[in-house]
């Protein structure tokens, strides 16, 4: 069974640039999230959809990220415009049930 | 409340001995307790996870130990290997809210050294 598929795997940009992360789930999976880790840090959840639906985006900035699921597959994140404090590791992640089964990431370095 | 608490931040440990990690929770709705697993430029994998109704579960060399009324989770790794060497996070959800949010440790780097 192939893995979380993750794209690009590095992104530099200058701040107030604007930036985009794609993500292909194991197939099957409803469940889509999306993690930000700081370095350092553990992986903090920005948003979660179930299908293409979202179930929790509280802790997504939104006046700057906005994420979609396409047709319950893939999705993307996106920052616009970007800020210094945004640098970090981007993961996606899915689940069937209660697994969650996370991509490489993506590592985002803002200058 | 919602936060899950961590440590040590790291940890050197010899070969064959044995890496003991904790963690502790504040919001008694929590109700699955994962430990990930981390390797550089990789995602976090599933190690084993246990649910309140136990106290331990036991996977390999991988034990979870469980206490309920003190809000304390631990993962205890016997005969640790330089292959362990690794980033470990423990992560908190409430499985029976239905959203399977998982709130993470700070992590814990672990160095195994031969």
């Known amino acids: 069974e192939a893995g979380v598929a993750q794209s690009p795997r590095y992104k530099i940009i200058e701040k107030r640039q604007s930036v985009a992360f794609w993500c292909n789930p194991i197939s099957g999976h409803a469940t889509l999230y999306w993690y930000q880790q700081i370095l350092g840090q553990g992986p903090k959840l920005l948003i979660q959809?179930?299908?293409?639906?979202?179930?929790?985006d509280s802790q997504l900035p939104k006046d700057r990220f906005s994420a979609e699921r396409l047709k319950g597959v893939d999705s993307t994140l996106k920052i616009q415009p970007a800020k210094l404090e945004d640098s970090a590791v981007y993961l996606c992640?899915?689940?069937?049930?209660?697994?969650?089964?996370f991509g490489p990431g993506t590592r985002l370095t803002v200058l | 409340q919602q936060q899950v608490k961590q440590s040590p931040q790291s940890l050197i440990v010899q070969k064959g001995g044995i890496s003991i990690i904790n963690c502790a929770y504040e919001n008694t709705a929590f109700d699955y307790f994962p430990w990930y697993q981390q390797f550089p430029g990789k995602g976090p994998a599933l190690l084993i996870a246990i649910r309140p109704d136990v106290s331990e579960k036991k996977e390999g060399r991988f034990t979870i130990s469980f206490n309920k009324s003190a809000k304390q989770f631990s993962l205890h790794i016997m005969d640790s290997q330089p292959g362990d060497s690794a980033t470990y996070f423990c992560?908190?959800?409430?499985?029976?809210?239905?959203?399977?949010?998982?709130?993470f440790g700070a992590g814990t780097r672990l160095a195994v050294h031969p």
């Open positions: 992560a908190a959800a409430r499985l029976s809210g239905g959203y399977n949010k998982l709130i």
């Open positions: 959809f179930q299908n293409n639906g979202v179930v929790d």
């Open positions: 992640a899915s689940s069937r049930e209660r697994e969650q089964f």
